[in-house]
């Protein structure tokens, strides 16, 4: 049983869980994350956020019971978490764009910090939030609230794209990136049960046929998702 | 031998504790957690004759105490499971339960007809194997079949016959708690021949979305498992454990080894552990234990003392 460090708020509904602790992990992996006895009943896939030898951090919305149970956590209280789970970004070379939508920039700052050369594009529909971090470890960093992200990027110039964000960004980026030819990875969101690839609720619709997300993916190369035939995310 | 120890249908069971179907793959993801070896048995994931890819949407459902599923059986097919997965699973020491569902009567005779041949040529020197046929009539996520057959007892007696003419496995018929008389369905199950029956699938269930005016689900119902069934469940086991005489192997909601001992009370030989996977990957290991150290702790020797005792 590990303990909470601190739970930070860092918008309007958004907040960064630090647990103590030493954690493995890649980027764009996830933790199945529980802070609570019996209700909810299952636990919540988190990306991983950041991480370090003192902790792991998730940056999480409160969007349901589980995550508003997670928002009430304090410094020492028990969490469990399972993981690190999931296939995470690939090791990529060159200069990378990570573009993330909304709480999709979550998988994106530990990319940001391992990766040697990228440009992050934060896209935000009201409010920006856990941007500054980014500052620190990219290239560049393009803001926007409000309006597509999209619009400020040119895929040409980069060598990778790691992406996360709501569906309809995802699949957009799919069709820019096809037409620059760039390599495109992206971060699926899904609902999940088990977390580590036994109950299938997480299954993909992707070229290949369904993938778990929790286990082949969270992350895909954007060509093999079929995004219109996915209508949870 | 041990104190926990149980036997359904000649396959002796380390311990009662076998994981449900559907929530535990065939045992490869939960094998980091702990051994397997120290679970009673590992049910698969429900399969069918062809390779189906579940249902679209929405598949899970979060409700107070438990979920609703709606993943539709996706499975690789019964040839596949036969060629990649069974013979890791036999390795693991300890019994399979091949859950076969199925759309039509000749799927389910066809499906079944090739688990016995597979397993007929995996015998082993004693002629034993620790393989039984769990045979699903009772998901309720397949608009065709499955649980088209578990509700009414005679359309059930149907598939069971024509299975247990096919194959010398030990026989499992896994009951819907939608049936229309489940101890009407029970004594059918016995009647036919079949070696024990496992209960309860999942309760049928729904979730409506208010604002898009619809169900939240493809297929406008779900499964819904979890600790919210456990009263029905074990209602539904004693009520089966008292009309026949083959083994009941109880399940829904369970969570703890207490929970495992009011099935046993119920009269369950055995008992599956589902959705509760899902909250603790150990939870398997850790019931098995659990249910030992209460015995040990109440100078229970065995559970046959206590079986059926209510």
């Known amino acids: 049983m590990a303990s909470v460090w601190s739970n930070i708020k860092v918008s309007s509904d958004c907040y960064i869980l630090t647990v103590e602790g030493k954690y493995g992990g890649r980027m764009g992996q996830f933790y199945m994350v529980r802070g609570w006895r019996r209700d909810p009943l299952l636990p919540r896939p988190l990306s991983i956020y950041d991480l370090n030898e003192q902790g792991i951090s998730f940056l999480y919305r409160v969007v349901g019971a589980g995550t508003e149970r997670l928002a009430e956590l304090k410094r020492g209280d028990h969490i469990e978490l399972n993981g690190p789970l999931g296939n995470g970004f690939p090791e990529v070379d060159g200069h990378v764009a990570l573009v993330g939508g909304g709480l999709g920039i979550a998988p994106l700052y530990l990319a940001a910090r391992q990766l040697p050369r990228s440009t992050a594009y934060l896209g935000f529909s009201r409010e920006a939030f856990a941007v500054e971090p980014f500052r620190v470890v990219c290239e560049e960093v393009v803001v926007k609230t409000g309006g597509s992200i999209l619009d400020d990027i040119d895929l040409s110039g980069f060598d990778a794209v790691f992406a996360c964000g709501p569906k309809a960004m995802l699949q957009a980026l799919t069709d820019r990136a096809e037409e620059s030819g760039t390599t495109l990875y992206v971060s699926v969101e899904s609902r999940m049960a088990c977390g580590v690839g036994a109950c299938l609720v997480c299954s993909c619709p992707t070229i290949h046929g369904n993938r778990r997300v929790c286990v082949e993916g969270p992350v895909f190369a954007g060509g093999e998702v079929l995004w219109d035939e996915h209508d949870e995310l | ?310």
Not at chain 2, 45 to 64: A, C, F
Request: net charge negative.
């Open chain 2, 1 to 310: 031998m041990n104190m926990t120890s149980c036997s359904i249908a000649g396959v002796m069971l380390r311990n009662p504790v076998i994981m449900a179907s559907g929530t535990f793959g065939y045992g490869r993801e939960y094998a980091a957690y702990y051994p397997l070896s120290e679970l009673g048995g590992i049910a698969t994931k429900g399969l069918t004759l062809h390779p189906r890819s579940g249902n679209p949407g929405v598949r899970v459902w979060e409700t107070s105490s438990g979920m609703m599923n709606s993943v539709g059986l996706e499975n690789p097919g019964v040839d596949a499971f036969i060629s990649r997965e069974l013979d890791w699973m036999l390795e693991q020491d300890t019994a399979v339960l091949v859950n076969l569902g199925g759309g039509t009567l000749e799927e389910y005779i066809e499906g079944a007809m090739r688990i016995d041949t597979a397993c007929r040529e995996r015998y082993r020197a004693d002629g034993k194997l620790p393989v039984l046929l769990e045979l699903n009539i009772s998901c309720p996520n397949v608009k065709e079949g499955g649980m088209a057959f578990g509700i009414e007892t005679e359309q059930a007696r149907q598939v069971i016959r024509a299975v247990r003419a096919v194959t010398q496995l030990p026989l499992v018929v896994k009951l819907s708690p939608n049936a229309r008389d489940i101890v009407e369905m029970a004594c059918m199950c016995e009647a036919e021949g079949a070696d024990a029956i496992s209960l309860i699938n999942t309760v049928l269930a729904m979730k409506i979305d208010i604002l898009s005016r619809r169900s939240i689900f493809h297929q406008p119902y779900a499964g819904l498992s979890g600790p919210a069934i456990k009263p029905i469940a074990l209602r539904m086991v004693h009520q089966t454990a008292k009309a026949v005489s083959i083994p009941v192997i109880g399940m829904g909601g369970i969570t703890s080894a207490e929970d495992a001992i009011e099935f046993v009370m119920a009269g369950a030989t055995a008992i599956q552990v589902g959705t509760w996977n899902f909250v603790n990957p150990r939870a398997g290991a850790e019931l098995a234990a659990g249910i030992a150290d209460w015995m040990q702790r109440e100078g229970v020797a065995s559970l046959d003392e206590i079986r059926g005792i209510v």
